[in-house]
């Protein structure tokens, strides 16, 4: 990886799939590093003393990018381990069957319709939606829906 103002380093990747950030750097990253940072202006302003030695100026003698299939298997700390099958993906794209303790909704007949309004979106978040909706249909998380009383999409602001 070569950043700017030099610095480069050999450094393991996860993929994700993200179009809004590139790379995603941790905080053990950071901790090491130890970057001045203008986060209003989402800028690295200058490397750490220990860079300057160490990644600054260093030379890759060769790169490689793993395939996607070769990305290392979710490894679950230990403490986790009996609550494995949370991080299942296959189980994470299935519904779970009706038990006992599920309740129905049930609906007055004849209430009035609650008003909505359309919020404008971003092209970001439109493909965003666009994305989570074919997913869930696929999934069987949704279905279509003809009703007048729908809701599209539900979109939450971040807390500041």
């Not at 950071?30 to 209003?40: E, G, K, R, V, Y």
């Not at 779970?96 to 004849?110: F, W």
């Not at 978040?125 to 009383?149: C, D, F, K, N, V």
Request: proline letters at 8%.
């Amino acid at each position: 990886m070569t950043t700017q103002g030099g610095h480069e380093e050999i450094i393991q990747f996860y993929l994700i799939d993200s179009p809004a950030y590139p790379v995603v750097l941790g905080l053990p990253w950071l901790s090491t590093h130890d970057p001045t940072i203008a986060w209003q202006q989402r800028a690295l302003m200058e490397w750490s003393a220990q860079c300057v030695g160490r990644c600054l100026g260093v030379s890759v003698g060769a790169t490689s990018v793993e395939s996607p299939n070769q990305v290392p298997a979710l490894r679950i700390p230990p403490e986790y381990e009996d609550l494995a099958l949370v991080f299942s993906k296959s189980r994470a794209t299935r519904l779970p069957p009706h038990r006992q303790g599920d309740c129905a909704i049930n609906l007055q007949t004849g209430a009035a319709l609650p008003r909505s309004r359309v919020y404008p979106l971003s092209q970001e978040e439109t493909a965003a939606m666009e994305t989570y909706i074919a997913e869930s249909l696929a999934q069987g998380y949704i279905r279509s829906s003809t009703s007048p009383g729908l809701l599209e999409f539900l979109l939450c602001g971040t807390c500041s």
